[in-house]
């Protein structure tokens, strides 16, 4: 099931999908987010959104990406994987996009349900 989440603290939908789904997956407020991924982008000399950065900042938190089962690859979407994984804590990677899974359901600003996840990380 879809929950709507945009921790944006002014509401805005910017391309801040990654923020919004470590917020999800670690309780932090949108601002501790977007400066941790904009202090370690400086560290690594990379921008904030770039996946190197993001994957870092998931990986510092106990996260470990992982290559999506190779079940019908073009067709295992979000909402598939969530209903496959009623308990856990997920962020899944879709083209361009990261939305968050938690317990079987996504959180995402808009319904990314039927988006296909390419990876994901997990909580070791």
Not at 37 to 56: H, Q, Y
Request: with cysteine.
């Amino acid at each position: 099931m879809w929950i709507q989440f945009n921790p944006n603290p002014q509401g805005l939908l910017v391309g801040d999908c990654t923020v919004r789904s470590i917020c999800a997956v670690t309780g932090l407020d949108w601002n501790t987010v977007h400066k941790a991924l904009c202090d370690l982008s400086g560290d690594m000399a990379d921008m904030p959104s770039a996946d190197r950065v993001w994957w870092e900042l998931l990986r510092q938190f106990g996260f470990t990406r992982k290559k999506m089962i190779d079940r019908c690859p073009e067709c295992y979407t979000v909402a598939d994987f969530a209903a496959d994984h009623s308990s856990g804590i997920y962020v899944l990677g879709p083209h361009e996009h990261a939305v968050a899974v938690i317990s079987g359901n996504w959180w995402d600003s808009w319904d990314s349900g039927q988006t296909v996840p390419t990876y994901y990380f997990s909580r070791r």
